[in-house]
T-cell receptor
Framework: NAGVTQTPKFQVLKTGQSMTLQCAQD?????MSWYRQDPGMGLRLIHY???????DQGEVPNGYNVSRSTTEDFPLRLLSAAPSQTSVYFC???????????FGPGTRLTVL | QQQVKQSPQSLIVQKGGISIINCAYE??????FPWYQQFPGKGPALLIA?????SEKKEGRFTISFNKSAKQFSLHIMDSQPGDSATYFC?????????????FGTGTRLQVTL
């Protein structure tokens, strides 16, 4: 199993550009989520999904869009990138309420 | 608003010493408390977790102590090793409709010196 994979590993954008961060998992987990990690703030939940076709907002959803058309994939779209979105983004998946949440290796995004 | 408060921000411990990281929460809806370990350039990985009906859980050199009445919990790393140098996050899970949400503390950067 590859676990949770994320692409790209690094990305530099200009303000106003849009892009999609890719996330895929091969563990057949129904629950997937996106976090951003900023210094001194821990990880904050952006969006999550409890299954294909079902998504919901987390703590910091503004400026981001998600969809879940398959169990395996959960892309995160930045609609119009802003410098405040410079961060490290992590995708995660799990199955079951108390089960371990597995994180991907992250995407480091810089918005100029 | 940080729902889980974590301290200290950074910690330096000598090899063989005990590392202690503390967390506090207000939301009584939290019903599961995991700790994550993160090495530079990697995603967080689950280290150990506890339910609030248990006061202590031990796995090898790692122990969680949980005080439900004080709404506090802590991670103790016994016989700390240089390989334990990482950032540690406490977290809490609560039920949100059909989903569970995970909220993190701000992290503690641990450095274990020789």
């Amino acid at each position: 199993n590859a676990g949770v994979t994320q692409t790209p590993k690094f990305q530099v954008l200009k303000t106003g550009q849009s892009m999609t961060l890719q996330c895929a998992q091969d563990m057949n987990h129904e629950y997937m989520s996106w976090y951003r990690q900023d210094p001194g703030m821990g990880l904050r939940l952006i969006h999550y999904s409890v299954g294909a076709g079902i998504t919901d907002q987390g703590e910091v959803p503004n400026g981001y869009n998600v969809s879940r058309s398959t169990t395996e994939d959960f892309p995160l779209r930045l609609l119009s990138a802003a410098p405040s979105q410079t961060s490290v983004y992590f995708c995660a998946s799990k199955t079951g309420y108390y089960n371990e949440q597995f994180f991907g290796p992250g995407t480091r995004l810089t918005v100029l | 608003q940080q729902q889980v408060k974590q301290s200290p921000q950074s910690l330096i411990v000598q090899k063989g010493g005990i590392s202690i990281i503390n967390c506090a929460y207000e939301n009584t809806a939290f019903d599961y408390f995991p700790w994550y370990q993160q090495f530079p350039g990697k995603g967080p990985a689950l280290l150990i977790a506890i339910r609030p009906d248990v006061s202590e859980k031990k796995e090898g050199r790692f122990t969680i102590s949980f005080n439900k009445s004080a709404k506090q919990f802590s991670l103790h790393i016994m016989d700390s090793q240089p390989g334990d140098s990482a950032t540690y996050f406490c977290a809490a899970i609560w039920r949100a409709g059909t989903a569970s949400k995970l909220t993190f503390g701000t992290g503690t950067r641990l450095q274990v010196t020789l």
